[in-house]
């Protein structure tokens, strides 16, 4: 953000906790993360490409018919 200023303050936290690599905390539990669904995939190829209904000839004859039309429609006084 522009009126936001860095502070370069060091910051020294002291918790007072004194715990060993060999401490073991009893209680937690560590579970495996869950695997991710099918449909949360990204595919970068796809076997087959989307095409307007009818095909691309029909979009562009849409496209002819309708926007150009408007267009020349706006260009007149």
């Known amino acids: 953000m522009p009126n936001e200023e860095e502070s370069e303050e060091e910051i ?4 007072d906790v004194e715990i060993t690599e060999d401490e073991v905390i009893e209680g937690i539990i560590v579970e495996e993360a869950p695997e ?12 087959e490409s989307a ?3 009818g095909g ?3 979009f562009y004859k849409y496209i002819r018919d309708h926007c150009i039309e408007i267009t020349v429609k706006n260009l007149k006084p």
């Open 51 to 53: 095409t307007p209904k």
């Open 12 to 15: 020294n936290i002291d918790l």
């Open 36 to 47: 991710e669904e099918a449909g949360d995939e990204v595919f970068m190829i796809v076997e």
């Open 56 to 58: 691309f000839a029909e």
